[in-house]
Each structure stands twice: as C-alpha cells, then as structure tokens.
C-alpha cells in the first residue's frame, strides 16, 4: 500500500500526510478539490459516497455502512 506521505504528494497543494490520514479516518471532510484529486488517484476503488459514509460514521460514532447518501454538514 501507498504511504500517507505519497498519498499526500499525489493529492498535491498543501496536502499533508496528517491531512490525509485525518481524511481516512474521517475526523475532517476534504474540500471538494481534494474530494476530486482522490477520486482520480484512487480510480475507481473509492467513491465519493464511501468519502462521506466515513467523514459521517466518524462524526456520529457509528459504523460507514449505517450512514448511506447524507451529506455531511460543513
């Protein structure tokens, strides 16, 4: 698997690998650019609804699979 560094490198811009790693575990929701840049590295093998599922499921204490199609509240 890739480093949360080249992850960060790939997405670009200010991008950190902390960033990054708060964006996996879903304690922030990244911007919609960022949204877009991991769509693209990601090819396929994550969504956008999965980005949000898990920036909700972590925002509510619950499981990424019970919080389908919301959108988070920024």
Do not use: F, N
């Not at 575990?25 to 599922?53: F, H, K, N, Q, W």
């Amino acid at each position: 698997g890739w480093t949360l560094q080249h992850v960060a490198k790939l997405v670009g811009g200010r991008t950190a690998a902390m960033t990054v790693s708060r964006h996996e575990m879903g304690s922030c929701y990244p911007r919609p650019e960022v949204v877009e840049r991991y769509l693209a590295i990601y090819d396929g093998d994550v969504t956008e609804a999965e980005i949000r599922s898990t920036y909700l499921a972590a925002q509510s204490g619950g499981d990424p699979i019970d919080q389908p199609d919301k959108e988070p509240a920024l």
